[in-house]
């Protein structure tokens, strides 16, 4: 499966933006798509994730309450809303997926097999 992540810019504190991970190739119902995120300097901090069939949806506790993970499998889409984004929020984001993910694991980027290119949101005044 190939990944490509878009939607990022800048944007003021207090604003919202929403990125787009367009998804191409086979997924099956067991996939899992997620965000992550890294601010420089800062190690890869697990956003959301969203089950492909379900919608069952994951959050980071950083984000929780501001962000919210959807998709529309007839665009093979998924979407990350920011709301209430902070300088915080600064980092390139990145849609990955993975398969037949139990909930514990979701936020280990090292269980996502496939990884778009990543897009870059700078919040800042």
């Known amino acids: 499966v190939q990944l490509q992540a878009s939607g990022g810019g800048l944007v003021q504190p207090g604003g919202s933006l929403r990125l787009s991970c367009g998804v191409s190739?086979?997924?099956?119902?067991?996939?899992?798509m997620g965000w992550f995120r890294q601010a420089p300097g800062k190690e890869r901090e697990f956003v959301a994730a969203?089950?492909?069939?379900?919608?069952?949806?994951y959050y980071g506790g950083s984000v929780k309450g501001r962000f919210s993970v959807s998709k529309d499998n007839r665009k093979n889409t998924v979407y990350l809303q920011m709301n209430s984004l902070g300088p915080e929020d600064t980092a390139v984001y990145y849609c990955?997926?993975?398969?037949?993910?139990?909930?514990?694991?979701?936020?280990?980027?090292?269980?996502?097999?496939?990884w778009g290119q990543g897009t870059k949101v700078t919040v800042s005044s």
């Open positions: 990955a997926a993975a398969e037949r993910l139990i909930v514990s694991s979701m936020n280990n980027e090292r269980n996502y097999h496939s």
């Open positions: 190739g086979r997924t099956n119902s067991d996939y899992v």
């Open positions: 969203i089950r492909w069939s379900a919608g069952s949806a």
